[in-house]
């Protein structure tokens, strides 16, 4: 399997290369030259496997370039560590199953495809004798995940910038407790937006970036969105088990477009996923474009700050791996769709709104603050159960789109203990840390304050990275 650019500017690379590019060097965005395919015999002999065995068997479907034990090895390693099950599913009112994404080290989905990037990227890095200095901007949740997934590797160190006393306790702890020598924290005197400008000023210097080894780890990351589509699979055949199923439906919190993605890819590939539902907060630039077909992404002052953080976006990166279907795979008119969006602010697919439903079965809708309160207060009365506020916005958008005779699932992208002001606003339950937790809480704190200075960062690398 190769992997080409959706601009159609970049020689075709295996997997294992295309996940160490980022962006293609066309500037697009690297996809699989064909979909793999499963058929629903293969799909039943996956029922009897563990989690790691069919995280093995969905990769290998795009990591040919992996021999076959190694990816088994990677898989085992990557989610052998969690606690419990990987992936629990249960059930609250109303229907509605919810699927557990949340089991890993930061409490949200993110952990459980970092896993395995952390495995796959220092294994690429060995067959090349490389290393990678991983440089991003985080407002909290992102970051950990990555710190917490590429600790102690050996070829890997991660710079991690964030906003200097604009993270929550939580956050700050999740981050600065990790003590292993290739993780840097740098708390930069400044906001989100200084953190972000200032690693796009470093990674535009290509002779800087080159010669420190930069790179990002960020949400079109391909062994991120390649381990995601696993979930998919691995959910439609436990809630499948009991009911006899064949078709459900199935709701995703999003943001940057990432792990639905995943979802569509499942659904190309041949799962039988009657509708993706996509769920967004109060910046529903993505409900826009499934309900209207245009997409017009948002300037950062009309990007509000909202109960579920995680999915508080402007623009959608991944988008345009969808939109490479869309139009049929044309490098042409996705390179046309970015040429009208700089000239005229937004890209019109109007012409082709029947078909989100129709062919690709996604659908869409918007949850706010108040629905979140709402929600994550009815599912408590009701089933006893606490959702994190990404999750509520998951399930408020589910109900509408129940169809009687088929399974609903709702993707949980984090645990309520992660943003327990807002379950106690709903609520009023103040939510226990377990021990873990708290002994995380309490840890000493390794952290480096920067000032908002291009210089500084660069001297700071220079000294640190691994080379
Ligand atoms: C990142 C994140 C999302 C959004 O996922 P995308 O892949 O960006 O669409 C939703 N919920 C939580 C808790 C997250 O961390």
């Known amino acids: 399997m190769q992997y080409i650019s959706t601009r159609g ?4 690379l295996p997997y294992c290369d295309a996940l160490l590019e980022g962006l293609a060097t066309d500037g697009g965005l690297t996809v699989p030259e064909v979909m793999p395919t499963v058929d629903g015999e293969t799909l039943e002999r996956w029922r009897a496997l563990t989690y790691p065995q069919l995280a093995t068997e969905v990769l290998g479907l795009f990591a040919t370039d992996i021999p076959r034990e190694d990816l088994a090895r990677m898989t085992e390693a990557a989610y052998a560590p969690f606690p419990d099950s990987v ?7 109303g229907g509605l199953t ?6 890993g080290p930061t409490l949200a989905f993110k952990d459980m495809a970092m896993q395995f990037l952390g495995q796959v990227v220092e294994y ?3 067959r090349k004798g490389s290393v990678l200095n991983v440089l991003g901007a985080t407002s909290g949740d992102t970051g950990s995940a990555a710190e917490h997934a590429l600790r102690g590797k050996e070829r890997i160190s991660v710079f991690m910038l964030s906003p200097q006393g604009r993270m929550s306790a939580f956050q700050r702890a999740q981050m600065f407790s990790i003590d292993d020598e290739n993780v840097h924290n740098i708390a930069v005197a400044g906001v989100f937006d200084d953190c972000q400008n200032l690693v796009k000023q ?3 210097d290509l002779d800087f970036k080159r010669t420190q080894h930069l790179g990002a780890v960020n949400s079109i990351n391909l062994a991120r969105i390649t381990a995601q589509v696993v979930y998919y699979f691995w959910a439609w055949l436990r809630a499948t088990d ?6 459900l439906s199935i709701t995703v919190p999003s943001g940057n477009f990432g792990n639905i993605l995943s979802g569509f890819y499942a659904k190309q590939m041949g799962l039988p996923i009657r509708r993706l539902v996509l769920a967004a907060n109060e910046n529903n630039v993505l409900d826009e474009f499934f309900r209207t077909g245009v997409y017009r992404p948002r300037s950062a002052e009309q990007t509000l700050a909202t109960s579920s953080p995680s999915m508080d976006i402007s623009k959608a990166s991944n988008l345009e791996r969808f939109i490479f279907e869309l139009v049929d795979r044309d490098p042409a008119r996705v390179v046309g769709a970015w040429r009208d969006l700089d000239e005229q602010g937004f890209v019109d697919f109007t012409a082709d709104l029947a078909r989100f439903e129709d062919e690709f079965g996604i659908v869409s809708g918007t949850s706010t603050h108040a629905d979140r309160l709402a929600t994550i207060k009815g599912v408590y009365e009701a089933s006893d159960d606490i959702i994190d506020p990404h999750t509520a916005d998951g399930v408020k958008v589910a109900r509408e789109y129940v169809e009687s005779g088929v399974p609903m699932l ?14 106690r606003e709903a609520i009023g ?36 990275a691994l080379r």
Not at 9 to 12: I, L, N, V
Not at 242 to 247: F, H, I, M, R, Y
Not at 410 to 423: D, G, Q, S
Not at 446 to 460: G, I, K, N
């Open 87 to 93: 992936v629990p599913l249960r059930e609250i009112d």
């Open 242 to 247: 009991a009911g006899g199923w064949t078709e």
């Open 98 to 103: 919810l699927v557990g994404l949340s089991e």
């Open 202 to 204: 470093l990674a535009g």
């Open 9 to 12: 500017g970049m020689q075709p």
């Open 410 to 423: 709702v993707l949980e992208t984090a645990k309520p203990e992660k943003f327990a002001e807002t379950i």
């Open 429 to 464: 339950v103040d939510l226990d840390y377990s021990p873990e937790l708290r002994t995380m809480l309490e840890a000493p704190q390794h952290v480096t304050e920067l000032p908002d200075d291009e210089a500084a960062l660069r001297a700071f690398i220079e000294q640190h």
């Open 124 to 126: 690429a890095l060995e």
